[in-house]
T-cell receptor, first 113, second 113 residues
Framework: KQEVTQIPAALSVPEGENLVLNCSFT??????LQWFRQDPGKGLTSLLL?????REQTSGRLNASLDKSSGRSTLYIAASQPGDSATYLC????????????FGAGTQVVVTP | GAGVSQSPSNKVTEKGKDVELRCDPI?????LYWYRQSLGQGLEFLIY????????KSGLPSDRFSAERTGGSVSTLTIQRTQQEDSAVYLC???????????FGPGTRLTVL
C-alpha cells in the first residue's frame, strides 16, 4: 500500500531564503507525482507535475525533482516571498492507478517579511 | 478560462438528511475526481469518472455515498442519511485526460449537526 509522507509538517523562513520541501513515498512504482499549494479555506492549486520518467520539472521560481528509486521528491522554491506562505502538498499517482492521487499531509510554510 | 466550480460553497445539514454536492469541471475535461478533506484524515480519494463511467469507486466510505456524471460534464455527489463524521470539505477536480494534471475546485464545506 502506497504511503506518502511530508516532513517537516511546518516550516518558517525569512523572506529571500530558498525553500526546500520534502516528499517521500513507499512504493516506487508510480505513474506521476504532483505538487500543490493550498491557501487557508481554499482549494488546491496545481504547481508542477512530474512524470515517472522525468528527473525534474521547473516553472519560474519552482523546481521539483524526482528520485523514484529512493522514493523521494523535493520541491525547491527560490528566493521565497511572503506570498509563498501556504500549505504545500505532494500527491502520488501509483502505476496501477488510473485516477487516484494519494496525498501527503502537507508542509505548512510561513515566509516572514 | 473558467476553472472547476462547485456548489454550494457551504452546506449545513441535520443528521439523517440527504445532501447533494455539485461539480462543474473545466470545459473539455474528460476526467473528473472527488476527494474529501477532513482534519483527522487529510485528503482522501473518493471516486473518479472517465467520461460518464466510474471505473474506481473504491474510495467511497459507505453505501450512503453515491456519485454520477451526466453528459460527460457535471457531476453530483450524493450523501444519504448524513452522519456527523461526514463533515468535511468535499473537493472536486478535473483533468483533460485521465492521469493528467488535476485542477481542483474551491470545495464544498459540509457540516452535519
Amino acid at each position: 500500500k502506497q504511503e506518502v509522507t511530508q516532513i517537516p509538517a511546518a516550516l518558517s523562513v525569512p523572506e529571500g531564503e530558498n525553500l526546500v520541501l520534502n516528499c517521500s513515498f513507499t512504493d516506487s512504482a508510480i505513474y506521476n507525482l504532483q505538487w500543490f499549494r493550498q491557501d487557508p479555506g481554499k482549494g488546491l492549486t496545481s504547481l508542477l507535475l512530474i512524470q515517472s520518467s522525468q528527473r525534474e520539472q521547473t516553472s519560474g521560481r519552482l523546481n521539483a525533482s524526482l528520485d523514484k528509486s529512493s522514493g523521494r521528491s523535493t520541491l525547491y522554491i527560490a528566493a521565497s516571498q511572503p506570498g509563498d506562505s501556504a500549505t504545500y502538498l505532494c500527491a502520488v499517482m501509483s502505476g496501477d492507478s488510473w485516477g487516484k492521487l494519494q496525498f501527503g499531509a502537507g508542509t505548512q510554510v510561513v515566509v516572514t517579511p | 478560462g473558467a476553472g472547476v466550480s462547485q456548489s454550494p460553497s457551504n452546506k449545513v445539514t441535520e443528521k439523517g438528511k440527504d445532501v447533494e454536492l455539485r461539480c462543474d469541471p473545466i470545459s473539455g475535461h474528460t476526467a473528473l475526481y472527488w476527494y474529501r478533506q477532513s482534519l483527522g484524515q487529510g485528503l482522501e480519494f473518493l471516486i473518479y469518472f472517465q467520461g460518464n463511467s466510474a471505473p474506481d469507486k473504491s474510495g467511497l466510505p459507505s453505501d450512503r455515498f453515491s456519485a454520477e456524471r451526466t453528459g460527460g460534464s457535471v457531476s453530483t455527489l450524493t450523501i444519504q442519511r448524513t452522519q456527523q463524521e461526514d463533515s468535511a470539505v468535499y473537493l472536486c477536480a478535473s483533468s483533460l485526460v485521465i492521469r493528467d494534471t488535476q485542477y481542483f475546485g474551491p470545495g464544498t464545506r459540509l457540516t452535519v449537526l
